[in-house]
């Protein structure tokens, strides 16, 4: 009996036994799953961290390369690391402000053509020589254009009867014959349907082009159109509103030459950039412009009768008025070379009010976002206006020169804007 009972508790005892080791190995084993689960997301941690590492990387290559072609002049120097004739690509590291290189980028830089640049960057994490990981960015930017259109106002334009406007473009010669076009058109963020109207057309006036208001405007009550006048493309409204840039305030920038006062019968030529407190030309006196130059007023620019400020055919000016610009009977500027590319008149914000008066003929442009803009009875305008409003008198003729929409030499902030972005 006593042996029995022995036999009973041993195999009772190595029972137990089995079933601890069975316990015990289980154990073991999904200890070692979970040592792996922990392992494998800690390599799945680390993979991520270093993909988006090297994504950083890629756009900090992309946005160097932005900032030299807007802000650098695209001279891509050989001193700042730029190699290559058509296509630019540099290799630059990525550092922690006072520490370590964590990173390296080579960019590429292709001009394609109208303003617009492809940028490739490929981001390697940490290096090239010991690459955990590596991504890649590619963007297309264009620059952003300040005239895309024959007028653009933020309140409303307003055309006097017999005024036409259509198109034409400079790369092709002068006005006129088969260089001439339909793209004469006119974009305004207003929707007033009341006097002043979005878009107002005097009796016989022409619009050879589209015509669009803003968002959500009435086609039907906010383009006023008297007998007689006609709007050769289509009427539209605009999915956004426009903003246009302001122009920047830069005095103390350019080299001061106080106040200049030419008197009557007199000539001055200007032959370099200058901030001037005042310009007045005198009766019959004569300005020339001979050079490339951006002149800022701080005060008034006064045109008396049958002054002219000439600009020579080689010559491009910027004129930038923070005051008044005026202009008295038969005052009149004269653009040798016929290409309103070469003159523009921009307005800081403290100018309000700008009358270009009866010009004769006018190549030019007038950016003047904060300013009720208009242009005298009988001128032939050639370029573009954006303002806060417009007013055309009676009988002007205007042609928009579409080469200031896409030509590289066209007027400018050097702004650009993103138009495609592809990573992987």
């Known amino acids: 009996m006593l042996k029995k009972l022995k036999t009973s508790r041993n195999r009772e005892s190595g029972a137990a036994l089995l079933l601890a080791l069975i316990v015990t190995v289980g154990l073991i084993v999904l200890g070692s799953a979970y040592v792996a689960v922990v392992r494998s997301n800690s390599q799945l941690s680390l993979i991520t961290y270093a993909d988006v590492e090297a994504m950083h990387i890629a756009e900090a290559g992309i946005e160097f390369a932005i900032w030299e072609v807007a802000h650098g002049g ?189 008197p009557a019968n007199g000539t001055v030529t200007i032959s370099s950039s200058g901030e001037y407190d005042s310009i007045t030309l005198g009766n019959h006196s004569t300005l020339i412009v001979d050079a490339d130059v951006t002149l800022y007023l701080d005060g008034a620019m006064n045109f008396e009768t049958h002054s002219t400020m000439i600009i020579s055919p080689t010559a491009t000016i910027s004129l930038i008025i923070n005051d008044t610009l005026a202009f008295s009977s038969f005052a009149q500027v004269v653009n040798l070379s016929c290409d309103p590319k070469q003159f523009t008149i921009y307005g800081t914000n403290n100018v309000t009010s700008f009358d270009l008066g009866s010009q004769g003929q006018f190549f030019g442009n007038v950016y003047m976002p904060n300013a009720d803009c208009g242009v005298g009875p009988f001128t032939d305008y050639y370029g573009s206006i954006v303002a806060k409003s417009i007013f055309l008198a009676s009988n002007v003729n205007y042609h928009f020169d579409k080469s200031l929409a896409d030509d590289p030499s066209a007027p400018t902030f050097k702004k650009y804007v993103l138009r495609k972005w592809q990573g992987n």
């Open 74 to 262: 695209t001279d891509f120097l050989a001193a700042d690391g730029w190699t290559g004739i058509t296509t630019k690509v540099k290799t630059d590291t990525i550092s922690i402000p006072a520490g370590p290189v964590i990173g390296e980028y080579i960019v590429s830089v292709t001009y394609v053509g109208f303003n617009k640049y492809e940028i490739l960057s490929r981001g390697f994490f940490p290096n090239q020589a010991n690459t955990i990981s590596d991504r890649t960015v590619k963007v297309l930017i264009e620059k952003e254009t300040l005239f895309k259109q024959a007028m653009f106002a933020i309140e409303g334009i307003d055309l006097a009867p017999s005024v036409y406007v259509d198109s034409y473009d400079t790369r092709l010669g002068v006005y006129g014959g088969a260089n001439v076009s339909s793209a004469g058109d006119l974009i305004t963020n207003s929707i007033s349907n009341s006097t002043p109207y979005a878009a107002s057309l005097g009796s016989s006036a022409v619009v050879n082009g589209d015509v669009t208001i803003g968002v959500g405007g009435d086609l039907l009550t906010a383009i006023n159109m008297s007998p007689g006048s006609s709007i050769t493309g289509t009427t539209g409204t605009l999915s956004k509103t426009n903003s246009p840039y302001a122009v920047s305030d830069i005095s103390g920038l350019l080299p001061y030459q106080g106040a200049l006062d030419i």
